[in-house]
């Protein structure tokens, strides 16, 4: 008896998870479709990755170095343009606490679509006193949070955002346990968080100002594509057995340079990408794939930002991101070059097509070149520019400019593989001189 009264009630709760997976996958709501979306702008494609920002960002703290440096940014629609914006936070324990109530100053706005002109701009003189995540005590804005919303509600990450006013602001979502009060999580509001005088204000969601433009985060839109492609066929099922109809987000790809001087592509944890809607809201991005090690995915999923909607799109065989990936990083021009890592793959619209826009930068996150991959078929190109690569793939032709023409004097794509070729047997027969 003693026995079971300590064992029953760890088993109730363990009963209920398995019992709920079906549960868990059903929350999403994701709808199926067969056609092309419409819905990604390819008016504004993301070229600059966070990597790159952060580090162009960098370059401008000056005079505030001494306390303050640049974290993790976040997305933002701004003047017609996505742009990331930096928020300014604390180096160490010992900044915190000394510069508590001075603040941290603002935040730093890099272009998000242009890598050539992204030169950063810092907004100073905004005394931001509550900040994540290195804030302490009282300033640390995930404690201010739960000091007004006690533990009703799971706190996400904070994201950075503008008002109508450009005044910033943290906009944080609050969920709470979908199942049986333990398990799975269900937006109820979000937060929004004056950084200067640390004003919380509460709204439901859907019931939030016009200018949020991001309410679903990231580690929600990727906790329910983790649920939904899973657990559709049971817990069981997503570990042992047939493992039928399991699908999975993709993962963050990069390349992982060895100490013997190797570099490997390699997937980290499931990752979505934010990208601007034709419909004028924001939405988060990620290819799905089946179980395997195979470079083809089955789809892609977009995920409204605003409302959490949810919609995938079929597309079987079609290479996945690191399939594209693999793709450009083994094209001449990125293989002959050391120290280039391929970041962000993202998948867009283009012409009725789905093609891969691969940005490939330098290891300190300059962007040196632009790699494109039809989605199906893996047909891969790349280039110094986002326009020189469409270009190259419409099959159009590069004049001496850089710019498209439709004849004449123009390089054409030919011409451009044959000096290609002509460059890589001249390499090989320097380094044969070398080695004599």
């Known amino acids: ?35 092309v979306t419409d819905l990604i702008d390819t008016q504004h494609i993301r070229l600059t990755s966070s990597k790159t920002a952060i580090w162009r960002a960098d370059k401008v703290i000056g005079n505030l170095g001494y306390k303050v440096g640049v974290f993790e940014p976040d997305v933002q629609f701004i003047d017609g343009e996505l742009q990331w914006l930096a928020p300014l936070d604390y180096t160490s324990l010992d ?106 204000e509460f709204y439901n969601i859907g019931e939030q100002p016009s200018w949020i433009q991001r309410v679903w985060d990231e580690d929600l839109t990727e906790i329910y594509l983790d649920w939904w492609g899973r657990f559709s066929d049971g817990w069981i099922n997503s570990w042992w057995g047939g ?6 987000p993709t993962g963050e790809v990069y390349i992982d340079h060895g100490t013997a001087g190797g570099a490997t592509l390699t997937t980290g944890d499931p990752d979505v990408y934010m990208v601007e809607g034709t419909d004028g809201n924001q939405y988060w991005f990620s290819a799905i794939t089946t179980p395997g090690k195979d470079a083809s995915m089955i789809g892609y999923v977009l995920c409204d930002a605003q409302n959490g909607d949810f919609t995938f799109y079929q597309a079987p065989g079609y290479y996945n991101d690191l399939g594209a990936a693999a793709n450009v990083q083994q094209n001449q021009l990125v293989a002959m070059a050391s120290g280039l890592e391929i ?19 330098s290891q300190t996150g300059e962007v040196m070149e632009i ?47 044959e000096i290609r070729k002509l460059l ?6 320097l380094k044969k001189e070398n080695t004599q």
């Not at 508590?100 to 006193?129: F, K, L």
């Not at 009703?152 to 955002?161: C, G, L």
């Not at 326009?387 to 793939?393: A, K, N, R, S, Y």
């Open 1 to 35: 008896m003693t026995l079971a009264l300590f064992i029953i009630p760890m088993f109730i709760p363990a009963a209920q998870v398995i019992g709920g997976a079906q549960a868990l996958a059903e929350i999403p709501q994701v709808e199926t479709a067969e056609n």
């Open 95 to 200: 900044k915190s606490l000394i510069y508590a109530y001075e603040g941290t100053e603002g935040y730093v706005i890099v272009s998000a679509e242009d890598p050539p002109r992204a030169e950063p701009r810092r907004i100073t003189g905004i005394p931001m006193i509550y900040t994540p995540p290195n804030a302490i005590l009282e300033n640390d804005l995930t404690r201010h949070i739960w000091e007004d919303y006690p533990p009703a509600y799971v706190i996400h990450n904070p994201v950075f955002q503008l008002n109508t006013e450009n005044s910033p602001r943290w906009v944080t979502l609050l969920t709470q346990p979908a199942l049986y009060g333990l398990i799975g999580e269900v937006p109820q509001g979000i937060v929004i968080t004056d950084p200067v005088t640390g004003t919380n």
């Open 243 to 248: 493992q039928r109809n399991l699908k999975y």
């Open 343 to 361: 970041v962000q793959p993202i998948m867009y619209i283009l012409d009725g097509e789905e093609i891969w826009i691969i940005p490939v930068i």
């Open 371 to 417: 790699g494109l991959v039809v989605a199906h078929g893996g047909e891969t190109f790349v280039a110094d520019t986002l326009d020189e690569v469409i270009t190259l793939w419409r099959g159009e032709v590069i004049s001496d400019t850089g710019t498209a023409a439709s004849g004449g004097d123009g390089i054409t794509v030919e011409e451009i593989e």
């Open 424 to 429: 890589d047997q001249l390499e090989a027969k």
